[in-house]
């Protein structure tokens, strides 16, 4: 039974920092495609990092130079590290995994096609930035 639990979230000033982080269990983070998704109050929730096991990143071009995704193998845990923070930045953060095979594309152009390229989530860690 793979289980993703998140953490790190809470209200923060814009310019400031959070730190997210994803347990996983049930499953080895090292053999998958991993990502972060924002969802934003009243739109649908969509990538913002990802990570796969030959240790390639991937980020949405807004958090591009704010958020770092890295991933500890050891304690099966994905981490998000937020700096900068905007206001727009604000809603639930959703960690997922892709058990999937990858066939023909990079982990990063799942992150971009959405929800439906990923099977695993979490229940999200909500960010607020005033």
């Known amino acids: 039974h793979v289980q993703l639990v998140e953490s790190g979230g809470g209200s923060v000033q814009a310019g400031g920092s959070l730190r997210l982080s994803c347990v996983v269990s049930?499953?080895?983070?090292?053999?998958?495609?991993m990502g972060w998704f924002h969802e934003a109050p009243g739109k649908e929730r969509e990538g913002v990092a990802a990570?796969?096991?030959?240790?390639?990143?991937w980020y949405d071009d807004p958090v591009k130079g704010r958020f770092t995704i890295t991933q500890d193998n050891a304690k099966n845990t994905i981490v998000l590290q937020m700096i900068d923070l905007k206001p727009e930045d604000r809603g639930m953060y959703y960690c997922?995994?892709?058990?999937?095979?990858?066939?023909?594309?990079?982990?990063?152009?799942?992150?971009?096609?959405?929800?439906?390229?990923?099977?695993?989530w979490g229940q999200g860690t909500q960010v607020t930035v005033s």
């Open positions: 997922a995994a892709r058990r999937r095979p990858l066939r023909g594309y990079a982990c990063g152009t799942a992150l971009n096609r959405g929800t439906n390229e990923f099977d695993a």
């Open positions: 049930g499953v080895s983070i090292s053999r998958y495609c």
């Open positions: 990570t796969y096991t030959d240790g390639n990143t």
